[in-house]
C-alpha cells in the first residue's frame, strides 16, 4: 500500500495552533518571527491569543494553517521514516505540498500564502459575494442548480469536497440563488461559509495575475515526489508546471474528491493528514472508507501513527 500526505486548506485554523510546536522547536518559532519581519505582521501573536475573528481574516490564515503544517510534517519526519509516494492539498493546502515534495522553501510559501490571501480579497474589489456548502446533493446536480442560479448572478460549483458536499462560490444574489434551489431540489443542508472572497471562480481572475506575477519572483524546484494537482487531479513533479497550475487554481474548482480517487487509483491505502483539526480527514473517510486515515496535529501523534504502520 502506497501512503500519501495531505495538507488542509482555510477553515481548520484555531486560537491557540501550532503552539506545542513553537515551545519545543526554537527553529520553527524562528520562520514565525522571520515571517512577522518582513510582512510587518504579528501573526505569532495572533495564531495564540487571537482575535478568533482577526486569525480568520484570509491574509493571517492562510499562512497559519501552512505554518502549523509545516510544523507537524518536519516533526513527524524527525522521527518516523515513514515517507511519501504523493503529496496533495485542498486550495492553500496544495502550497503546503509543495514545501513537502521539495518545490517551495518554506520561508517562501508562508511569504506566497500571504500574498495568495491579499490578492484574492483585493481582486473582488468590494463587490458582494457570498460562498455556501451544499450537504446531500449529487455533484452533477449542484452543477446544474448554478447554471440555472445564473440569470440572478454569477455562482459556480468551486470545492467538490465529498460525493455529498460541494462549495458554491459566486456573487452575493447568485449564491443566494442557488441556495434556495438546492434547498427546493432536496439538500440537507445549505451552510454559508464565512470567507474573503468568491475564491475559485472568475470574479477574482485579477488574483491569478497577480499571484502569476509574484511566483515570478520565487524559485519552483523540480520535485521527486508527485503532487496531485486540486486543478486537474493529475500527477507532476515539475516546478514550473506546479507555478502555473497555482494560479490557475485561485479561479477553478477545487476537484478533491478526484485527487482523492486518483491516488487510491494509483495504490494509496493510507493517507496521513498534517496540520490543524481533521477536516481532510473526514473528507477522505466519506470518499472511501476503506483506506487509513491518520492525522498529525499535535507533537505526540506521530508515534500512534508510526505505531499503525509497523503493526
Given amino acids: 500500500m502506497k501512503t500519501a500526505f495531505v495538507f488542509p486548506g ?16 526554537p527553529e520553527f518559532a524562528a520562520v514565525l518571527d522571520e515571517f512577522d519581519a518582513r510582512h510587518q505582521t504579528n501573526l505569532r501573536q495572533i495564531m495564540a491569543e487571537g482575535p478568533e475573528d482577526v486569525l480568520k481574516e484570509t491574509r493571517y490564515t492562510q499562512p497559519a494553517i501552512l505554518f502549523h503544517s509545516i510544523c507537524a510534517l518536519k516533526c513527524f519526519e524527525e522521527h518516523s521514516p515513514i515517507r511519501p509516494d504523493y503529496v496533495a492539498g485542498h486550495s492553500l493546502g496544495e502550497i503546503t505540498a509543495l514545501v513537502a515534495n ?11 500564502v500571504y500574498k495568495r490571501g491579499e490578492f ?27 447554471k440555472e442560479a445564473e440569470k440572478e448572478g454569477l455562482v459556480r460549483a468551486v470545492n467538490f469536497n465529498t460525493p455529498a458536499q460541494t462549495v458554491i462560490s459566486g456573487t452575493e444574489s447568485g449564491v443566494a440563488k442557488a441556495s434556495e434551489l438546492a434547498k427546493a431540489k432536496g439538500a440537507k443542508r445549505v451552510v454559508p461559509l464565512i470567507v474573503g472572497g468568491p475564491f475559485h471562480t472568475p470574479l477574482i481572475h485579477k488574483a491569478s495575475l497577480w499571484l502569476a506575477q509574484e511566483m515570478e519572483n520565487i ?53 496521513i493528514e498534517f496540520g490543524p483539526q481533521k477536516v481532510l480527514s473526514g473528507m477522505i473517510k466519506n470518499i472511501d472508507r476503506d483506506v487509513k486515515v491518520f492525522n498529525m496535529e499535535k507533537i505526540e501523534d506521530w508515534k500512534a501513527i508510526d505505531d499503525a504502520f509497523k503493526g
Wanted: aromatic letters at 8%.
Fill in 219 to 271: 524559485p519552483f524546484k523540480d520535485a521527486t515526489i508527485p503532487l496531485i494537482s486540486n486543478v486537474d487531479a493529475l500527477p507532476n513533479t515539475s516546478g514550473q508546471i506546479s507555478k502555473e497550475k497555482l494560479a490557475k487554481q485561485v479561479i477553478s474548482p477545487v476537484l478533491w474528491v478526484d485527487c482523492v480517487r486518483r491516488m487510491i487509483q494509483d495504490g494509496v491505502g493510507y493517507f
Fill in 102 to 112: 521539495g518545490t517551495l522553501s518554506w520561508n517562501d510559501a508562508m511569504h506566497l
Fill in 10 to 25: 482555510q477553515g481548520a485554523q484555531y486560537v491557540g495552533m501550532a503552539q506545542d510546536f513553537i515551545s519545543a522547536y
Fill in 120 to 146: 484574492m480579497i483585493k481582486a473582488n474589489e468590494g463587490n458582494p459575494f457570498a460562498m455556501a456548502a451544499v450537504m446531500g446533493l449529487d455533484p452533477q446536480m449542484v452543477i446544474d442548480i448554478c
